[in-house]
C-alpha cells in the first residue's frame, strides 16, 4: 500500500493437468490477485476460503472461473473490473480527455453501474454484511481514483466542481488500508505527489532549488501533521512520502534524517519495514560500491557496457527522445564535454530508454544531441539500467569513478554548472593514487 509494490502470499507451478494448490494464512479479508502468464483477476480472500479458479465459461468475458467459498464474490470483482475497464472510454474518447459536462456524464454513469452491481449482490444470502461492506469501499475508491485521474495536472478552472471537491483532501479509510484496496495505495500516490509535494513547491516559489531541497523533507512532515488525519492515515502518508523521496532522490542527507525520525515515531512495523527495504537497496548504489553493469546497442549495432569503459570516469545520461528535459539538457552537456575535449581519461555515456529505436537513431543522427558513447537499453530487462539504478524517471545522471565504483547515483545535471568540477575533482584523485 506504501511502495505499490507487491507482496507474494503464494506460489505454485501446476502440474501436467493443469492443477496446483496454493495456501497461505490470513487473520482478516484482504484484497488479492491471482496471475497465470497472460490471465489474472482480482480476489477478495477471508481466513478460511477455500477457492477453486478454473477456466471461465464458454462465453464469459472474464479470463477466469471461480467455484467454491466467495465464487459470488470474485465474479462480482471480476465483473467490476470489466465495468471499469469499458469506462476508460465515453463516447470513443479517453475518459481523462472529456470536456467537464462529457466526464460527469461518464462518472455518473460509472457509479450507476457499480450501484447495479452492489444491489445485485446484496440480494444474495450469501453475503455477509462485512463482506458486502469491503467490497462498497472498494467500488467507492474506484469512483474515487477514476476522478482523480481525471484531475490531475488540470487547473482547477477546468475540474468540475464535484470533482474538486472529492479530489482536494486524502479519503480517511483505515479499512481501506488495512484489507489493500489498490486504488486507495494509488489515491495515497496521487495525493502525496500532486496535492502535497507540488503544493510545497508551489508555495516556496522564491526559494532556490538547492535550498528547498534541504528542506523538503520536513516541509512535507509539517503539512501532513497539520492536516490532522487520524493516526494511521498520517503514518500512511508519511511513510509514503518516504518511501517516494528515497525512489526519488537516494540517500541524501535530509533524506535519511527524515527516514531516523520516521523509525522512532512511526508505530506500524509495516510501514517502518517498506523505508527500511529501500534504504537497503539504495545503499547497495551508495558512493565507493561496485557500479551494477549493463550493456546496450549503439546506433550502428555494437554492444557496449559500462564495465567495458573501466578505467575512465563515467557521466552517465539516461534520456529518452520524448523527454522534454533530457532535450534541454542536451546544449549544456556540450559545454561540459567540451571541458574535458582530448582527455581520454573520461567518457560521456548516454543511455536512451526509448522503445522507438527508429526515433532515437534518427535523433542521434541529427546532430541535436552530443557527441559520445550512445547506447539504447530496454527497461524492460531486469538488468536494464532502469531497474538495476531504480530510476523513476528522466533524465538521471549517474557518475561513475574510473575503478568503476559509484561516486553519485542522483549526479548534478550539465545545467547546474558543478558536473565539469566534479569530474576534475575525480580525475585529480585518480592521477593522485597512481603515484
Avoid at 464535484?162 to 486507495?184: H, Y
Avoid at 490532522?228 to 502518508?237: D, G, R
Wanted: aromatic share 10%; hydrophobic share 40%; glycine share 8%.
Amino acid at each position: 500500500m506504501v511502495s505499490l509494490d507487491s507482496i507474494g502470499m503464494g506460489r505454485v507451478v501446476l502440474d501436467s493437468a493443469g492443477k496446483g494448490i496454493v495456501e497461505f494464512t490470513l487473520d482478516a479479508p484482504v484484497f488479492a490477485g491471482v496471475s497465470a502468464g497472460q490471465l489474472a483477476a482480482g480476489l477478495l480472500v477471508s481466513p478460511g476460503d477455500e477457492i477453486s479458479i478454473v477456466p471461465s465459461r464458454p462465453g464469459s468475458k472474464h479470463m477466469l472461473g471461480f467455484e467454491g467459498d466467495g465464487a459470488v464474490v470474485q465474479e462480482f470483482l471480476n465483473e467490476a473490473v470489466r465495468f471499469r475497464q469499458g469506462m476508460e472510454r465515453w463516447k470513443g474518447n479517453l475518459a481523462i480527455r472529456l470536456d467537464k459536462e462529457e466526464f460527469l456524464n461518464a462518472r455518473d454513469s460509472l457509479e450507476r453501474g457499480y450501484d447495479q452491481l452492489l444491489t445485485k449482490l446484496k440480494s444474495n444470502p450469501n453475503i455477509s454484511g462485512e463482506i458486502h461492506d469491503l467490497l462498497t469501499r472498494q467500488i467507492k475508491m474506484s469512483v474515487l481514483f477514476y476522478q482523480y485521474n481525471y484531475a490531475i495536472g488540470r487547473d482547477s478552472i477546468d475540474i468540475p466542481a464535484s470533482v474538486w471537491e472529492a479530489t482536494s483532501e486524502m479519503p480517511v479509510d483505515s479499512i481501506a488500508l488495512k484489507t489493500g484496496i489498490f486504488d486507495f495505495a494509488l489515491i495515497g500516490s496521487f495525493y502525496y505527489q500532486h496535492k502535497i509535494s507540488n503544493g510545497i513547491y508551489g508555495e516556496n516559489e522564491e526559494m532556490d532549488g538547492d535550498s528547498l531541497d534541504l528542506i523538503f523533507p520536513f516541509l512535507v512532515e509539517e503539512k501532513i501533521k497539520s492536516s490532522k488525519y487520524p493516526k494511521v492515515i498520517e503514518e500512511f502518508l508519511r511513510a509514503k512520502s518516504a518511501d517516494y523521496q528515497i525512489s526519488m532522490y537516494g540517500l541524501t542527507p535530509s533524506v535519511i534524517k527524515l527516514a531516523n525520525t520516521l523509525e522512532r515515531e512511526i508505530a506500524s512495523d509495516d510501514f517502518r519495514k517498506v523505508i527500511r527495504e529501500d534504504i537497503a537497496r539504495w545503499e547497495k548504489l551508495g558512493p565507493g560500491k561496485p557500479a551494477p553493469d549493463f550493456a546496450g546497442t549503439t546506433p550502428d549495432g555494437k554492444k557496449i557496457s559500462l564495465s567495458g569503459l573501466h578505467g575512465k570516469v563515467v557521466y552517465v545520461d539516461i534520456w529518452a527522445t520524448w523527454c522534454g528535459p533530457c532535450v534541454e539538457e542536451f546544449p549544456n552537456s556540450k559545454k561540459v564535454q567540451a571541458d574535458f575535449r582530448g582527455n581520454d581519461q573520461v567518457a560521456f555515456l548516454y543511455v536512451s530508454v526509448d522503445r522507438d529505436t527508429l526515433a532515437w537513431k534518427k535523433m542521434v543522427a541529427s546532430g541535436k544531441v552530443p557527441n559520445g558513447i550512445h547506447i539504447i537499453n530496454s527497461s524492460d530487462s531486469p538488468n536494464s539500467v532502469w531497474n538495476l539504478y531504480y530510476v523513476w524517471g528522466v533524465p538521471r545522471y549517474l557518475l561513475i569513478d574510473a575503478q568503476g565504483r559509484m561516486v553519485a547515483t542522483h549526479a548534478d545535471r550539465p545545467s547546474s554548472g558543478k558536473v565539469s568540477k566534479e569530474l576534475r575533482k575525480l580525475l585529480a584523485r585518480d592521477q593522485l593514487a597512481q603515484k
